[in-house]
Structures are given as structure tokens and as C-alpha cells.
């Protein structure tokens, strides 16, 4: 073989893997970065940058006007690694690659990573294998990835806003019968370009200018890019220990928990040791590129296994009668868990012997130990991947957003079109026209080819050939390092133009690469690079038709509404922030357009989600101290002075972090995806099409509700202290600063149970039969009190209402509230009365049913007659009550003022002439008294006087005989005198009665019984 040849059968190879290898990493890149990053990384890294000035300063934050002390060893990690914090910045938005992150960490249970991560780097302080430099990049690096979380938490209830929710997987925006999902990852892109091409320092204009601050080797820098650059350097061996290495369990999908987190029907399956993988998917996830090659592994487990099996077992002769073809099951303990693999054997069943077969020694001898050796190194080669696979997201991150990385390889890749003497400047020149068309696949090339500065090898040629399966001697055709690149670049402009078989490999490399990140993202690449060149433009755009993979046709979306840029402008406290400028869409169509203007520009004052990420990025560098302090610097003013506030405590083995610990003492973060995380039901829930976005399904909320600051009672002054809400009106105005919304805090221990509340009711009320009533004049109060708080920061609240009907609240600030039934409260119905009563910390309920009763009882008082009496007549009174509300309590009656029984007989006899008046009275239970008067006159009559002498004598009222004859004889005779009409004889008659009487009065007749019946008498005579 020539070695021409042979070099070109080398070249191939390498040029195919390249190309699958470059398809495979953009297509990641391109698919994990850029979707769910709410800030974009220079975003990130530009808000970390002040909590990080501010404590690498004096070792303290400043929070509100207050210093806080941060812990040395935190301080000096920072201090001495700020590379490292640059890069955690960046978070799962690189780390451990770029898929990784969005796949895992991102949507689902981002608590739980952060936890993870944070406790691992800080056993790793307590590891003598570890240096001390190492010891600090791991610690700056997790407090940096908390940073990261920090900002997303804030900056995705922002742009979830916008974009109408929260951003969709990849199945989603592929449904293209509905392009809701589609739709909606499109405003994420745009939106999330425009606030961060707001961002101080970022240069959202194409054109080209020079670099404060930088030079390169002909002078004065000079870019299509000057944002300003961040050196990213991570402790790529520690990522790989604990997010990477398939032996050591995640926190999510945790291995050897016995739990069934896939849902598949076996626990703990694609683990080592443990179940093998069931179905498509292992129950640890790190994400597609990392899983793809443990899977290749475990595949290539099972292989070895099979060809040792075949290697270890001599076959006999299959022509042999008595050999026979077999299946043998090979158990292999894999990466992915234990599986049994058949293997195919040629077994002797002769008695003495078989024939051995020819092919197996040969296979044996040569070609089975050959293959084996083969798997071993392929085997070894994906485990030494793995185990610098951190260094491919370091790489990444440093290609995606990090503008020195980008003008490196600008400087780099252009600096052989410079003419002699020319200098990188703002000219028409070959060397910025070479600048000018620097992308993402050349900036990729340039640092994972470890063309760059970096003491580390380009990831592709040292790694990632190896591990797709290329013979080690591949690598070794050329230099190494970023010699591979260099001789690349001569293969494509002079070699391979000479070997037909490779043009259409190499031509179209670039659209495979295109292609395969379009059809895995669900949207035209070249497209989304405009989306993200332009967003100013996409911002103004109502809607769009774009070319979408697996359709002939493009798909119309929708995109953003009137006014939706105008308020992102105005939280982000931008006036007037546009310029006229033209845009060319993918098509090569010019048209014109707007863009921000140079020095549009948010500042943390104007724009609160900045703000809030920034004052999260402080607080989360304090300890369980640091923490309290603060919550106790911003006590609310009703708490009494005696009652802690004291709600944070250090876990075993790390400090407490604001991120990560919750109430309950789990994570309370689920996702950074989400919105309103430190809620426990994200309101105020946006308008979104996303039905998910509005899902009482509680997996669907950000946090947990156990967020400490906020659902703490103690902490929430902190917590609206603290942060800025720009969603209920100018925060700073009383009440609109992150409204409860329902949300109630939770009391502490100490706190519980300290509230009370007495409910009275005071004026005309009484039970009946458990029926609860009152009357015109009653009073209900609700009494508050709490151990815990002052009367005046307590509120009672009350509602009055028939049964059945909607309650209308009324609050009074204060411990006492006192309030009535309405004047004009119906008496037929049921009234509710409700309250409550509520500190910071509790509320307490309370209600009562009531009936009112105004009306008094009916009484009807029926004797005696309204008609005049005889003296000679017998009466009685008679009365009835009648009451239907709250009942009779009592009742008596009074004749002519004195009180007699109920059916007290009236004896004439008894009575003097004239009026006479009997009252019945009734009143309820609740006062109200009803009466019924009735009156009559006594008259007497010459009849009834000889019928009252007769009782007389019978009573020994008249004594004396000869007196009892001498009135008999007058009344006689005036009984005859009025009967014949001589009524002046009838008085004169009467008159010799009354005269007698009063002849023997005290003597033959009763003097009280002798002056009544004068009485009696006179008052005839008179009406005679």
C-alpha cells in the first residue's frame, strides 16, 4: 500500500468523524443552550459580576443599606477563583454540557442538582486528594451555579410573561397540527435576545468597532463583537465525580434508592449493579450525549462479554454428527446494571469426542483476541471521555458566550487574510471581512480543536474520535492538539478536491450539520440565528411563516402582541430605545427594521428582575447566620422584640443556602423553568395558551411552596424588603409589593397557635332551643390576641350575610372589631356571621348563625268585655300570646295596676263603680314586649243592688236583721218603682238606702262593705 494511500483511507475517516462529531455537537449546542436560558449567559455573568465585586471587596454583601459578613473560605474561594465563578455562572447552561443541563437540571427538580451539587463541594473541602486551589475552584464554581439558578428564578417569570409560557420540549414544538409550543419557544428566543442586548456592555450591533481594553498582534482590537469577555476555567475532574461518572448516584433518578422514578415498572434500572436498562430510557438521566455514550458502553459491555464467551469456548465441527448448535446465556454486569446475553455455541455431545472446528481456532487465534482488545480500548477510550467530558462544556460555554473566546478565533482564523502591514481595524479590509463571517461552527472549531491558549487538548481529536469508535492511530496521523485543525484546513483547500469520493461529504457538511440541529430543535436554524441576531426586529414582527423540519410547508406563527415590547421597555425602564436600521432575513430579503440603540441600556435601579437576582446572588453566599441576621434586620415592626426570627439552620456538613433549603427541610426549587418559584401556586398566572402554564397539577409550579423567605411569616417583610415586584404596580407604593394573592405564610413552631380570637354578643340575644337570637339592640365582637404580636399589627375581618348568599367582607386594622346585624336584616331568614381574625403569622375563623327578632309577641286579650259590668256580675281575664320568632320569655297581667294571675275571676261585688282596666303583657327572649289593654265600667242597677244586698247578708257583710229589712223594704219598693217608670220615686227610694247605709256604717253593715254599696248607689242615682 502506498503511502499516499494509506494516508488518504486516514484522512477519510477523520474527515467523516469531524463531520459526524461537529453534526452532533451543534446540533446539542444549539438544542440545549439557547432555549431555556431566561438570561442569556453574558446576562448572567454581568449580574453575578456585582454580587461578586461586592463581597471579593471586604468579604462582606451589602443588602438593603446593611453588610453581611460572608464566610472566609467562601470569600477566599472567590477571590482566588474567579474563573471558576464565571463558569458556574454559567451554570446547567454548560455544565456538564450544555444537554445535560437543560435536560436534567433546568426543568425538573432543580432544588434537588443544586443541593447536590452544593453539598458535594463542600465535602470535597474535607478531601486530602484534592489541592487547595482545587478546593476553592470547586467552591467558587457551586456558588457560582447557585448564582445561575438565582437568576433564572426571576428572570423566567419574566419572560414566561411574554413569551406566553414556559418554554416546551422538543416533542411539543414538532406537533405542527398546533404550533402553540412552537410559537411560544420563538418569544423565548426573541425575548430573551432583547433583554440581553440590553444589557450593559453587550454589543447587539453587527458593526464593526474597537474593544476597550484589548489588543491583538496588530494593535488596537477591533470586532463585529466587543462585548466585554469572561474567563471561564471549571473543575472539570470534580463535575466529573459528581454529575458525570455512571458510579456515583445523582440526586434525581437516584441509584439504590429502591425507588421507581421513570415510572417504567422497575426501580433503580439503568443503574451499575442493579436492574439493566428497561425500555428506551435509563432511570439516571445526564442528558443525551453522556447517556448515549454510557449506553455505548453498556453495549459494548454485552459484546465483550459474548466474544470472551465465544473466545473462552471451544467449538466443535458443525459437519460432526454429534455436534450440535446451542444458544448459552451470558450474564455480564454492565454500566447500565445486569443483563443476560444469548450466545451462540457449537456444544460436543459425542461420548468420547467432536471434531473441533476449524474456523473457531482460527477466530480463536487471531480474530477473537483481536476484537476483544478492540472493545477494551473502546471501552477505555469512552471512559477516559467521560471522564474529561466536563472539559467539552467547559469549551462550549467558552464558544457560546464568551466574546474574547470569539474574537480569539477571530484573530486566530483571519490572521492569515491580513495583507502585509495591515491592522485589524474598522476597514473594508480581507481581515475583517474574514472576521465578519466567523460563526458558531468556526468558534466551535477553534476551541474544541484546542486551537486556543488552553493547556488542555482539542476535546475531538483527543477524545471524541476515540470514543465514537476511531482507532487511536487515526489521531496519530497528525500533530496533536490544534495541529489537526491546521492540517484540516490544507486537506479541505488542496487534498481533498482530489479525491472524488469525499466532495459531496465535505460540500455538504455544513448542511448535514444544519440539518440534523433544524430537524432536533423543530425550527430552521439559519432562522433561529436571526431570531437571535435580531430580536429588536422579531419583537415588532405580530407573526411569521417559518420553515420548519418534516413539513413541505412553512408553519405561520404568531408571535408577539401589540405592546409586548413596550413592556418589556418599561420594566426594563428603557425610553425611547430604538433606531432605525434594516435587517436581512434568512431568504437574503433586506427590509427595514429597528434596533436598540447603542446605548440602550437597563440599569439594576430601573430593571427589578435584575435587581432581584442580583440581591438573591448575595444572599445565597450567607450562611444560616448571615441568613437570620438579615431576616432579623427586616423584622416586621408588629413581631414583639421577644419572639425569634431565627428560621434558618447549617445542614450537617455545609452551610444553609436561600437557593436550596426549604422549611420542610427539603429543596423547595423544582425548576428553573418555571415561574414565581417562591410561591407555592405561581400566581398571578399569566394569560397563556400553554395549558400547562395554568395546571392546578402541583408538579407544574416552580417551587414547592416551602420557600423560607417568603413562605415563612417571620421573613416575608424580609423578602418584600429585599426584592422589587414589577407585576402588581410600583412596587414601592404600600400593598404592591408582592401581594399575598392567597398565598398565606406559615408560623413557625414557636409562633403556632399564639392567635386567638373571642367572639360576644352583647344587648338582646338568648339561645332558643340551639337557635342563637337577637334583637334591635345587640352588639357582636370579635376580640383578637396574639403572644406573638402587637394588638395594632392584628386585623379583624368580618362578613354578615343570609345563609346561602355571598359574604362581603369588611377588615378593620386593630384587635376589636364590633359591628350589627343590617337595621333592615330580614327576620325570616337564617344571618352568618363570619370572622376572622389574623397576625403576619395565623389566621383564625370563626362563625355563627343568628336569627334576628324585632317583632314583639301578639297578645290578645279577649276578658274582660269592652261593655260595662253589674256590680252583681262575675267576670274573668282571659288572654292568648302569639310569638313565631324568637318565643315567649315571660308574661303578666295587671288589673287596674295590680297583679293578678293569668284567669283571675273579677267579682263586681268586690269592685267600686266607674273604670276598670286589665293589661296583659308578653315579651320574647330577645325584649321585645307586646300588651293589650282593656277596660270597663262598673254600673250598678236597682236589681243588682238587692241581688249585692242578698250576698251581703249571706256573707255577714249586713248583721243586724232590722237593718237587712229596712234596705230590703227600700229596694223593693225602688225595684217597683222602676219598673213602673217612677224613676223619681226610684231615686228618692235610693236615696233613703244610701242614707241608711250610711246610718249603719261600722255598725249592723261592714263599713267597707257599707261605702261600696254608697257608692254603687250613688253613682245610679246620678245616672237617673
Not at 445486569?338 to 474456523?359: D, G, L, M
Not at 289593654?933 to 243592688?945: G, H, I, K, Q, V
Request: charged letters at 25%.
Amino acid at each position: 500500500m502506498s503511502r499516499t494511500a494509506g494516508r488518504r483511507r486516514s484522512f477519510t475517516k477523520l474527515a467523516a468523524g469531524l463531520t459526524a462529531t461537529a453534526a452532533l455537537t451543534v446540533t446539542t449546542l444549539v438544542v440545549g443552550a439557547l432555549p431555556a436560558a431566561a438570561f442569556k449567559p453574558y446576562t448572567h455573568n454581568a449580574t453575578a459580576e456585582n454580587a461578586y465585586d461586592d463581597v471579593t471587596d471586604d468579604g462582606k454583601v451589602t443588602i438593603e443599606g446593611t453588610e453581611y459578613t460572608v464566610r472566609g473560605d467562601i470569600v477566599t474561594a472567590l477571590r482566588n477563583q474567579p474563573a471558576a465563578y464565571n463558569a458556574g455562572v454559567i451554570g446547567p447552561d454548560g455544565f456538564p454540557d450544555l444537554a445535560y443541563g437543560q435536560s436534567a437540571i433546568h426543568p425538573d427538580e432543580t432544588g434537588k442538582w443544586l443541593q447536590h451539587v452544593m453539598t458535594e463541594a463542600w465535602d470535597a473541602q474535607d478531601d486530602a486528594g484534592r489541592s487547595a486551589a482545587e478546593k476553592q475552584q470547586i467552591l467558587a464554581f457551586a456558588y457560582g451555579f447557585m448564582t445561575h439558578a438565582a437568576g433564572d428564578m426571576w428572570a423566567h417569570t419574566l419572560i414566561n410573561q411574554v413569551a406566553e409560557g414556559v418554554f416546551p420540549g422538543v416533542g411539543e414544538i414538532l406537533d405542527l397540527e398546533d404550533p402553540t409550543a412552537l410559537e411560544i419557544a420563538l418569544r423565548h428566543v426573541i425575548a430573551e435576545g432583547y433583554v440581553g442586548d440590553a444589557t450593559a456592555g453587550f454589543d447587539g450591533n453587527s458593526l464593526r468597532s474597537q474593544v476597550a481594553g484589548e489588543t491583538d498582534e496588530t494593535g488596537p482590537e477591533y470586532s463585529n463583537d466587543s462585548t466585554p469577555a469572561f474567563e471561564y476555567s471549571a473543575p472539570t475532574a470534580w463535575i466529573y465525580d459528581t454529575l458525570v461518572d455512571p458510579n456515583n448516584p445523582l440526586p434525581v433518578g437516584t441509584c439504590g434508592d429502591g425507588v421507581d422514578d421513570d415510572g417504567d415498572g422497575t426501580a433503580d434500572d439503568g443503574c451499575p449493579g442493579l436492574a439493566y436498562t428497561v425500555g428506551d430510557e435509563p432511570e439516571p438521566n445526564r442528558g443525551p450525549l453522556i447517556d448515549y455514550f454510557i449506553d455505548l458502553k453498556a453495549k459494548l459491555q454485552v459484546e465483550r462479554a459474548a466474544m470472551q464467551k465465544d473466545l473462552d469456548y471451544e467449538d466443535c465441527n458443525i459437519v460432526d454428527w454429534d455436534c450440535y448448535e446451542v444458544v448459552e446465556n451470558v450474564t455480564v454486569d454492565t454500566v447500565r446494571g445486569v443483563t443476560v446475553t444469548p450466545v451462540t455455541v457449537q456444544e460436543c455431545r459425542a461420548e468420547y469426542f467432536c471434531v473441533t472446528s476449524p474456523i473457531d481456532e482460527a477466530d480463536d487465534a487471531i480474530v477473537n483476541p483481536a476484537i476483544i482488545a478492540y472493545l477494551d480500548a473502546w471501552i477505555a477510550d469512552i471512559e477516559r471521555g467521560l471522564r474529561h467530558w466536563p472539559e467539552l462544556g467547559e469549551a462550549l460555554s467558552k464558544t457560546l458566550f464568551d466574546a474574547g473566546t470569539f474574537r480569539d478565533a477571530q484573530n486566530f482564523l483571519c490572521d492569515g487574510d491580513a495583507e502585509e502591514g495591515e491592522t485589524d481595524e474598522v476597514l473594508d479590509t480581507d481581515r475583517a471581512k474574514c472576521e465578519d463571517g466567523i460563526g458558531i461552527f468556526q468558534v466551535a472549531g477553534y476551541t474544541l480543536g484546542g486551537l486556543n491558549d488552553s493547556d488542555k487538548p482539542g476535546f475531538i481529536n483527543e477524545y471524541l474520535l476515540s470514543m465514537l469508535g476511531a482507532p487511536d492511530f487515526v489521531g496519530e496521523v497528525v500533530e496533536e492538539g490544534g495541529a489537526v485543525f491546521l492540517w484540516l484546513q490544507d486537506l479541505l483547500q488542496s487534498i481533498m478536491p482530489d479525491i472524488d469520493f469525499l466532495d459531496p461529504l465535505v460540500a455538504d457538511a455544513k448542511e448535514l450539520v444544519l440539518e440534523l440541529a433544524s430537524e432536533a430543535l423543530g425550527f430552521d436554524v439559519e432562522l433561529l440565528s436571526d431570531f437571535l441576531k435580531s430580536p429588536t426586529h422579531w419583537m415588532e414582527v405580530g407573526s411569521a411563516d417559518i420553515d420548519v423540519p418534516f413539513s413541505d410547508d412553512d408553519v405561520h406563527v404568531d408571535l408577539f402582541d401589540d405592546g409586548d415590547r413596550e413592556y418589556l421597555d418599561a420594566v426594563m425602564g428603557l425610553v425611547d430605545p430604538l433606531v432605525g436600521d434594516q435587517v436581512e432575513l434568512p431568504d437574503g430579503t433586506v427590509v427595514p427594521s429597528s434596533r436598540l440603540k447603542d446605548n440602550a441600556e437597563w440599569t439594576l435601579e430601573d430593571f427589578e428582575p435584575a435587581y432581584d437576582a442580583v440581591q438573591m446572588s448575595k444572599l445565597l453566599l450567607l450562611d444560616a447566620n448571615g441568613l437570620n441576621q438579615v431576616i432579623a434586620d427586616h423584622r416586621s415592626p408588629g413581631l414583639l422584640p421577644s419572639v425569634s426570627t431565627a428560621i434558618y439552620t447549617d445542614p450537617a456538613g455545609r452551610p444553609a443556602n436561600v437557593m436550596i433549603d426549604g422549611l420542610d427541610g427539603q429543596p423547595w426549587l423544582r425548576s428553573i423553568d418555571s415561574d414565581h418559584s417562591w410561591r407555592a401556586d405561581r400566581l398571578p398566572v399569566f394569560d397563556s395558551p400553554d395549558p400547562g402554564h395554568s395546571s392546578e397539577d402541583e408538579p407544574q409550579y416552580a417551587g414547592t411552596g416551602q420557600m423560607p423567605l417568603w413562605e415563612s411569616c417571620v421573613a416575608r417583610s424580609t423578602f418584600r424588603d429585599v426584592f422589587r415586584d414589577w407585576e402588581n404596580g410600583a412596587w414601592y407604593l404600600p400593598g404592591k409589593n408582592f401581594p399575598d394573592h392567597g398565598d398565606a405564610p406559615s408560623a413557625p413552631a414557636w409562633i403556632a397557635g399564639s392567635l386567638g380570637a373571642d367572639f360576644q354578643i352583647t344587648g338582646d340575644e338568648a339561645v332558643v332551643s340551639g337557635v342563637q337570637w337577637v334583637g334591635v339592640d345587640h352588639t357582636f365582637t370579635v376580640t383578637a390576641d396574639d403572644d406573638s404580636f402587637t394588638p395594632e399589627s392584628l386585623t379583624t375581618t368580618y362578613a354578615v350575610h343570609p345563609a346561602g348568599s355571598e359574604p362581603t367582607w369588611t377588615t378593620v386594622n386593630g384587635a376589636v372589631a364590633e359591628f350589627a346585624l343590617p337595621a333592615d336584616a330580614d327576620e325570616n331568614l337564617e344571618w352568618v356571621i363570619e370572622w376572622t381574625a389574623s397576625s403576619e403569622c395565623e389566621t383564625v375563623t370563626g362563625s355563627q348563625t343568628v336569627r334576628v327578632d324585632r317583632t314583639a309577641p301578639v297578645v290578645d286579650l279577649s276578658q274582660p268585655a269592652a261593655t260595662g259590668y253589674d256590680t252583681d256580675d262575675f267576670a274573668s281575664v282571659q288572654y292568648t300570646i302569639t310569638d313565631s320568632l324568637s318565643g315567649v320569655e315571660s308574661q303578666s297581667v295587671t288589673f287596674d295596676g295590680t297583679e293578678v294571675p293569668t284567669g283571675h275571676v273579677l267579682d263586681m261585688f268586690t269592685l267600686d263603680t266607674g273604670a276598670h282596666t286589665a293589661v296583659a303583657t308578653a315579651t320574647d327572649f330577645v325584649g321585645n314586649t307586646g300588651t293589650a289593654t282593656r277596660t270597663f265600667t262598673l254600673l250598678a242597677t236597682t236589681e243588682s243592688l238587692s241581688n249585692n244586698l242578698t250576698r251581703a247578708v249571706a256573707e255577714k257583710l249586713v248583721t243586724d236583721p232590722k237593718v237587712e229589712k229596712g234596705l230590703r223594704d227600700k229596694l223593693d219598693a225602688a225595684l217597683k218603682s222602676h219598673a213602673t217608670g217612677k224613676h223619681p220615686t226610684e231615686v228618692n227610694q235610693l236615696g233613703a238606702v244610701v242614707q241608711q247605709l250610711e246610718g249603719q256604717r261600722g255598725k249592723g253593715v261592714n263599713a267597707v262593705f257599707a261605702q261600696r254599696m254608697i257608692g254603687w248607689t250613688n253613682d245610679l242615682i246620678a245616672v237617673h
